[in-house]
């Protein structure tokens, strides 16, 4: 079965520095897809990022990017130059390729982001 | 494009009333997500339609929960009994629904609808 871990329940850093959010995942699935997700204080969820499992090249939107390692599960997300404005909860988010009919994500608990003036 | 609208925002039952939610998806969406949010259990899949037909309901609780898409512009889930554990923000979302593309696995979520059961 799928799951999606993230361990850190909140972080705090000072703004323009650079923060990294851990996940890691299970899957039986050789193919699958990996999304990051953000959560305003307003609830409003919004899409970031997405890495694909059979791409080696980490990928890259903006000041977000991430840290794939297949080999271990893990899907870090980095944020660069962070702004207050990036305060908010930020998810991961797992689809198997393979996993039938379904596109259904399946979302980690979720990490806090607190960023500091 | 104005995005997933979900109604009403907030909704407040007593115990054993009914709830429904209602949700319209984007334009041209042919799939329309579930979620429900809460502190404990974080994002819980619910249900999951294409092109209207239901594809995938495991997260679904057997009992008193349904869903339907009667159209392609929008999406109700229904409680029935509602009891306090069923308070939390439920959340629907809609994406294109074919290929591999970002654009097409994207899930677009709506505002919510916060249920609170007194």
């Known amino acids: 079965a799928q799951k999606v871990t993230q361990t850190q329940t909140s972080i705090s850093v000072m703004e323009k520095t650079t923060v990294t959010m851990d996940c890691v995942y299970e899957t039986q699935d050789s193919s699958y897809f990996l999304f990051w997700y953000k959560q305003t204080a307003s609830g409003e969820i919004v899409f970031l990022i997405r890495?694909?499992?059979?791409?080696?090249e980490n990928a890259t939107v903006g000041h977000y990017s991430l840290n794939f390692q297949k080999p271990k599960s893990s899907i870090g997300l980095i944020i660069t130059a962070t702004q207050i404005e990036d305060s908010a909860v930020y998810f991961c988010?797992?689809?198997?390729?393979?996993?039938?009919?379904?596109?259904?994500?399946?979302f980690g608990l979720g990490t806090t982001l607190q960023v500091q003036p | 494009n104005a995005g997933v609208i979900q109604t009403p925002r907030h909704k407040v039952t007593g115990k054993g009333q009914e709830a429904t939610l209602w949700c319209e998806p984007i334009?041209?969406?042919?799939?329309v997500f579930w979620y429900r949010q809460t502190i404990v259990q974080g994002l819980e899949f619910l249900t999951y339609?294409?092109?209207?037909?239901?594809i995938d309901d495991s997260g679904m609780p057997k009992e008193r929960f349904s869903a339907q898409m009667p159209n392609q512009s929008h999406s109700t889930l229904k409680i029935q009994s509602t009891q306090p554990q069923d308070s939390a923000v439920y959340l629907c979302?809609?994406?294109?629904?074919w290929g591999l593309g970002t654009s097409q696995n994207t899930l677009y979520f709506g505002a919510g609808t916060r249920l609170s059961v007194l």
């Open positions: 339609f294409r092109n209207q037909a239901p």
């Open positions: 334009s041209g969406h042919s799939a």
């Open positions: 979302a809609s994406s294109l629904d």
């Open positions: 988010a797992m689809r198997e390729r393979g996993a039938g009919n379904t596109r259904k994500l399946i």
């Open positions: 890495q694909d499992s059979y791409k080696k």
